[in-house]
C-alpha cells in the first residue's frame, strides 16, 4: 500500500518540524501528561478512587502511558532526527525527514486504521452537519440512577443530593432527550423505555449531534483511537474538553459533590437549566472548531490510506 506520506503531493504539503521544534513539542507533551495524570496514578496506588477525575481514565479505554506517548500526527515529518533515536510508531527516514508510512504498519493494525478512520470520519462528518439540541439537561445521570436502590447507583460511595421522588418528577416533567448511545446504555429499564428513540451503536452515526456532552468529550476518544495518525496537540485539546465538560456533567448531575468543590447545577429550576446550556452552548463551540479541524485532517489522511 502506498505510504501515508509517499507522494509527491503529500511531501509537498506535509508540515516539515525541525528538530528543536519537535523536540520541544514532545518534552512539553510529556510534562503536560504527566502533570494531567498524575492525581489519577497516585490515587491508583494508594487504592482511592475520584467518581469525576477518574472518568477519563476508566470509562476511556487509554492508560496514562499510552497518553503520553508524542506524535507530531500523520501530516507532519520530522526533520534533524539521530540515527537510534526514538521516534513514534510508523515513522520512517529518507535520509533526509522522518514520516509516517503505513507500510511500515503491521498489517493487520494497518486495517485496522484504515477502517477507523472511515468510520470516525463519517461519524464526525454527520454530527457536524446535524442540528444542535440543547434541551437534555443533563438529565442522561438522572436517567442512570431512576429507580435504583443506594447500593444500585454507580457512585455508592456518594449521597445523591435529591430524592428518588425529585428524580423521578423531573424525568418524567422535563422528558429525555438522550441522542448518545453510550449514556442511554446506562439508562435504567423505566427511563430506557422514556427516551424517545431507541439508540444502538450501529446507528450511532445517526443520532450523534454537536450539541451533545457525550459526543463531545468523544472526540477525545477517537484521537487516541486512531494514534499515531493524529497530533498530541489534538489530543491534549481534545482531553482538555472532555476534561472540563465531565466537570460539568457531574455538577448537573443528582449525586452530591460539594466535597470536591464541585457545586450543584440545579436543573430541576429554570435558572439552573439557563446555566446548564449557557455552558452545553460553550462547549459546542469549542468542539465545533476541534471537529473542523479533526475532518479536516481524517479526509486528507483518508486519501493515502
Same mark, same amino acid.
Not at 443533563?138 to 449521597?159: F, N, S, Y
Not at 439508540?199 to 486512531?226: E, I, V
Not at 436543573?267 to 479541524?293: P, T
Given at each position: 500500500?502506498?505510504?501515508?506520506?509517499?507522494?509527491?503531493?503529500?511531501?509537498?504539503?506535509?508540515?516539515?518540524?525541525?528538530?528543536?521544534?519537535?523536540?520541544?513539542?514532545?518534552?512539553?507533551?510529556?510534562?503536560?501528561?504527566?502533570?494531567?495524570?498524575?492525581?489519577?496514578?497516585?490515587?491508583?496506588?494508594?487504592?482511592?478512587?475520584?467518581?469525576?477525575?477518574?472518568?477519563?481514565?476508566?470509562?476511556?479505554?487509554?492508560?496514562?502511558?499510552?497518553?503520553?506517548?508524542?506524535?507530531?500526527?500523520?501530516?507532519?515529518?520530522?526533520?534533524?532526527?539521530?540515527?537510534?533515536?526514538?521516534?513514534?510508531?510508523?515513522?520512517?527516514?529518507?535520509?533526509?525527514?522522518?514520516?509516517?508510512?503505513?507500510?511500515?504498519?503491521?498489517?493487520?493494525?494497518?486495517?485496522?486504521?484504515?477502517?477507523?478512520?472511515?468510520?470516525?470520519?463519517?461519524?464526525?462528518?454527520?454530527?457536524?452537519?446535524?442540528?444542535?439540541?440543547?434541551?437534555?439537561?443533563?438529565?442522561?445521570?438522572?436517567?442512570?440512577?431512576?429507580?435504583?436502590?443506594?447500593?444500585?447507583?454507580?457512585?455508592?460511595?456518594?449521597?445523591?443530593?435529591?430524592?428518588?421522588?425529585?428524580?423521578?418528577?423531573?424525568?418524567?416533567?422535563?422528558?429525555?432527550?438522550?441522542?448518545?448511545?453510550?449514556?442511554?446504555?446506562?439508562?435504567?429499564?423505566?427511563?430506557?423505555?422514556?427516551?424517545?428513540?431507541?439508540?444502538?451503536?450501529?446507528?450511532?452515526?445517526?443520532?450523534?449531534?454537536?450539541?451533545?456532552?457525550?459526543?463531545?468529550?468523544?472526540?477525545?476518544?477517537?484521537?487516541?483511537?486512531?494514534?499515531?495518525? @493524529?497530533? #498530541?496537540?489534538?489530543? !491534549? &485539546?481534545? $482531553?482538555?474538553?472532555?476534561? *472540563?465538560?465531565?466537570?460539568? +456533567?457531574?455538577?448537573?448531575?443528582?449525586?452530591?459533590?460539594?466535597?470536591?468543590?464541585?457545586?450543584?447545577?440545579? @436543573?430541576? #429550576?429554570?435558572?439552573? !437549566? &439557563?446555566? $446548564?446550556?449557557?455552558?452545553? *452552548?460553550?462547549?459546542?463551540? +469549542?468542539?465545533?472548531?476541534?471537529?473542523?479541524?479533526?475532518?479536516?485532517?481524517?479526509?486528507?489522511?483518508?486519501?493515502?490510506?
Amino acid at each position: 500500500m502506498e505510504s501515508l506520506l509517499n507522494s509527491d503531493r503529500r511531501r509537498t504539503h506535509s508540515r516539515i518540524l525541525d528538530r528543536e521544534t519537535w523536540q520541544q513539542a514532545q518534552t512539553e507533551h510529556h510534562a503536560w501528561a504527566d502533570e494531567v495524570s498524575r492525581g489519577h496514578r497516585q490515587r491508583r496506588a494508594a487504592g482511592l478512587k475520584h467518581p469525576v477525575e477518574d472518568f477519563l481514565w476508566e470509562y476511556y479505554p487509554f492508560s496514562p502511558a499510552q497518553l503520553r506517548r508524542w506524535t507530531p500526527g500523520a501530516l507532519s515529518g520530522l526533520d534533524g532526527v539521530c540515527a537510534g533515536e526514538k521516534v513514534p510508531t510508523g515513522f520512517v527516514g529518507d535520509g533526509i525527514v522522518h514520516r509516517f508510512d503505513a507500510s511500515a504498519v503491521a498489517a493487520s493494525k494497518r486495517e485496522h486504521l484504515r477502517t477507523n478512520v472511515r468510520w470516525i470520519l463519517s461519524l464526525q462528518q454527520r454530527t457536524q452537519q446535524r442540528t444542535a439540541g440543547f434541551g437534555c439537561f443533563g438529565l442522561h445521570e438522572w436517567a442512570m440512577v431512576l429507580d435504583q436502590t443506594p447500593e444500585q447507583v454507580r457512585h455508592t460511595t456518594w449521597t445523591l443530593r435529591v430524592s428518588q421522588q425529585d428524580i423521578s418528577s423531573a424525568v418524567e416533567n422535563l422528558g429525555l432527550r438522550c441522542t448518545h448511545f453510550d449514556a442511554w446504555r446506562f439508562f435504567t429499564p423505566r427511563a430506557t423505555a422514556m427516551n424517545p428513540t431507541t439508540l444502538s451503536r450501529a446507528t450511532q452515526p445517526d443520532t450523534d449531534q454537536p450539541g451533545c456532552l457525550h459526543a463531545n468529550m468523544d472526540l477525545y476518544k477517537w484521537s487516541m483511537r486512531l494514534q499515531p495518525l @493524529i497530533a #498530541s496537540t489534538f489530543v !491534549r &485539546a481534545a $482531553f482538555d474538553l472532555a476534561r *472540563r465538560i465531565r466537570t460539568v +456533567d457531574m455538577r448537573a448531575s443528582p449525586y452530591d459533590f460539594r466535597a470536591l468543590g464541585l457545586d450543584p447545577i440545579d @436543573i430541576q #429550576s429554570a435558572a439552573g !437549566r &439557563a446555566k $446548564f446550556v449557557s455552558l452545553q *452552548r460553550g462547549f459546542a463551540d +469549542d468542539a465545533q472548531r476541534l471537529r473542523e479541524a479533526f475532518i479536516s485532517d481524517l479526509e486528507e489522511i483518508g486519501q493515502h490510506l
